[in-house]
């Protein structure tokens, strides 16, 4: 069974910093696309970034270019999000995301497999 464990959330000052950790067992993770959501109160879900298989190439929502980066480490089954400059806007829970097939997507449709979620708040 696909298990993913975010961990790194909490309360930050706007304009720090905050790595996402996501622990993932039960498949072999090297070999598949990873994505973070992340979900505001009273809004959709919404696409963070997907990083592909081998960690060469990465996607990010528009909005977040520049703050936020992707990265994963196959050797540790994990995938991490690095946020800077953070803004009360980022204020959310923040999901790591896994598809059950080869490929790339944004949409979360793709990703069957989703961890638990961990808060991100952004004091201002």
């Known amino acids: 069974q696909v298990q993913l464990v975010e961990s790194g959330g909490g309360l930050v000052q706007a304009g720090g910093s905050l790595r996402l950790s996501c622990a993932v067992s039960g498949r072999t993770f090297s070999i598949y696309t990873m994505a973070w959501f992340r979900q505001a109160p009273g809004k959709e879900r919404e696409f963070v970034g997907f990083?592909?298989?081998?960690?060469?190439?990465?996607d990010y929502a528009d909005s977040l270019k520049g703050r936020f980066t992707i990265s994963r480490d196959n050797t540790k089954n994990t995938l991490y999000l690095q946020m800077n400059s953070l803004i009360v806007e980022d204020t959310a829970v923040y999901y790591c995301?896994?598809?059950?097939?080869?490929?790339?997507?944004?949409?979360?449709?793709?990703?069957?497999?989703w961890g638990q979620g961990t808060q991100v708040t952004v004091s201002s």
């Open positions: 990083i592909n298989w081998s960690g060469t190439s990465t």
């Open positions: 995301a896994a598809p059950s097939t080869l490929g790339i997507s944004r949409l979360p449709d793709f990703y069957p497999y």
